[in-house]
């Protein structure tokens, strides 16, 4: 058993009652609050082009929380985007980008309106259990993944023969028969 397994007291039905009704209360308060510093960070970026503290927020989100909401809400509102690590990246490149998973986006433009009237809560919404976890939709979007691919050869030169396509090939097929 863990640590953290023999810290946790089992809770009888109205302790989870209370328990709940304490997430509910200490979320929205989270989510107010987080709202209020990541407004303040596309502020602070546009006035000063410092994405520092973009990257300290989006790595201290807890566990849990819906950090890829926050990351739609700062690349729709704030001059960042997200760093692209080249496919040969090293471990030092990848253990950067867990500190510092944005960079300033120069071409990029502030829309403090935007970041103001919608909280970054809403920028991608979760997907319903049966979307998530449903197999009927895990295989259309690996068609959707497959379909992607093959515009990229077309596009992009990419090789049908490259060995993640025809992976994904072969997924597809398998997604297919589903």
């Known amino acids: 058993m863990t640590k953290q397994a023999k810290a946790i007291v089992i809770l009888d039905a109205k302790g989870i009652d ?25 502020k602070h970026i546009d006035e000063h082009g410092d994405i520092t503290l973009a990257n300290r927020l989006q790595v201290s989100m807890p566990a849990g929380s ?12 704030a001059k960042v ?6 496919q040969n990246a090293t471990k030092a490149m990848k253990e950067a980008f867990k500190t510092q998973p944005f960079e300033f986006n120069r ?3 502030t829309d403090m309106e935007a970041a103001l ?19 009927k939709e895990l295989s259309a979007g690996i068609l959707r993944l497959v379909l992607q691919v093959d515009k990229a050869i ?25």
């Open 66 to 77: 819906r950090s890829n909401a926050l990351t739609a809400f700062l690349l729709a509102t």
């Open 154 to 178: 077309v596009a992009s030169g990419l090789s049908a023969n490259d060995p993640m396509v025809v992976q994904l090939k072969a997924l597809s097929a398998l997604a297919a028969k589903q």
């Open 18 to 42: 209370a328990g709940i009704t304490s997430i509910v209360k200490r979320g929205a308060s989270l989510d107010a609050l987080i709202q209020q510093v990541a407004v303040s960070v596309v």
């Open 107 to 109: 071409d990029g433009k």
């Open 81 to 86: 985007k997200v760093r692209v690590l080249p």
């Open 117 to 135: 009237a919608k909280p970054w809560y809403e920028f991608k919404k979760p997907k319903s259990i049966e979307q998530e976890f449903g197999v």
